[in-house]
């Protein structure tokens, strides 16, 4: 740690190589000053830049633009900002990427990273054990644009093996799952995807990368909802694409600079404050949710608990050695089916019931009515979302707090 502090310059960016660890990348990483010397971060608040003449413009829009590096050239923010870059280049540090891309939002990360990779004829594989739009857009919407998708066991890497073809381009997951912990190897279908060259994408929504990098493990491309952890405090919608330049700088940067899902800057400089925190959130979350998920499962009251920390849990020994640490989202099932699942929820005094996950604020969700909600019966029934389903994202209060409140609702 104190070795690399001769290493930096004086106002504060990071080296060329550096091997700063995580927590000081997410502090540090890609600032930039401007003459004025501020500390914290300024907020580009602007939609485009100025030129000194008619001929730099024209050299600077004729250029293929980069996404993530530090010499890019700004010219218009649906594709270009300072704010923006500062982010991308803080998360792709933290990710263990070459390239980061900042979106509007993580379904808007997921549908630009598909369609900017993918055509017409292409063949994707995914488990549907994921994020309830994540699974329609697939269903609903990508299926108009001519490319298919087969459905495989999350947690078989067989399965993905026997379900490629010759027009497989990509496989997608998300590990652990929304909203029942599911945990993918993600080395195992690394090795599947790397044999069968294709997209190997891997929503960490999850576990940021504080807990988990699937890139280092063998993924291709790392999608965010920002939304969640990397805000941490529910303000801001957003998302982002991480992996090789070679994807993200070309048909990538191409994509969004034409189709334009871009983050606003306003976002990005929330989100990268949210970074600093980043790491020390998520130990507590997942220390908050251990203790939850432990005390629901000695519980009569409580039918079956899902959280990757406990023993029963069907992928604890792969989650212990994937991540580090168990994550903050615990789900568990009433015996009384919805009733009992909605008298839970509108009994509770501290939680908020809202679908948002990954905030400083414990939150209860009913999966089967809300954010799987317009998924079909038959869908939920494979997911396992079941109607007496319900799922806490663990927040930073103090743990007795939210376990004296899920408490009293259950009584
Ligand atoms: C919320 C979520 C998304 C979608 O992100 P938005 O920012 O809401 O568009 C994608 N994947 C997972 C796992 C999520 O939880």
Known sequence: MSEKSTDVTANGIQPAGSDWRLETLAVREGIERTGYGEH?????????????????????????????????????????????????????????????????????????????????????????????????????????????????????PVAWQQAVRQETRMFFLETPTNPLTEVADIAAIAAVAKATDVHFVVDNCFCTPALQRPLELGATIVIHSATKYIDGQGRCVGG????????????????MRSAGPSMSPFNAWVFSKGLETLSLRMQRHCENAAALASWLDDDPRVGHVYYPGLQSHPQHALAAQQQSGFGGIVSFELAGGQSAAWQLIDGVNILSITANLGDSRTTITHPATTTHGRMSEADRDIANVKPGLVRVSVGLEHVDDIIADIDQALK
């Open 40 to 156: 914290s971060e300024p907020l580009f608040a602007t939609s485009s830049f100025v030129f000194e003449s008619a001929e730099e413009a024209a050299r600077k829009f004729s250029g293929s633009g980069s996404a993530g590096s530090d010499e890019i050239d700004y010219l218009y923010s649906r594709f270009s900002n300072p704010t923006v870059n500062h982010f991308q280049q803080k998360l792709a540090a933290l990710e263990g990427g070459e390239s980061c891309i900042a979106t509007a939002s993580g379904m808007s990360a997921i549908f630009s990273t598909i369609v900017a990779l993918l055509h017409q004829g292409d063949h994707i594989v995914a488990s549907k054990s994921m994020f309830g739009s994540t699974v329609n857009l697939f269903e609903k919407i990508l299926p108009r644009l001519g490319i298919s998708v087969s459905w495989v066991k999350l947690c078989d």
């Open 240 to 255: 982002a694409v991480v992996g090789p330049a070679s994807l993200l700088d070309n048909d990538l940067y191409a994509f």
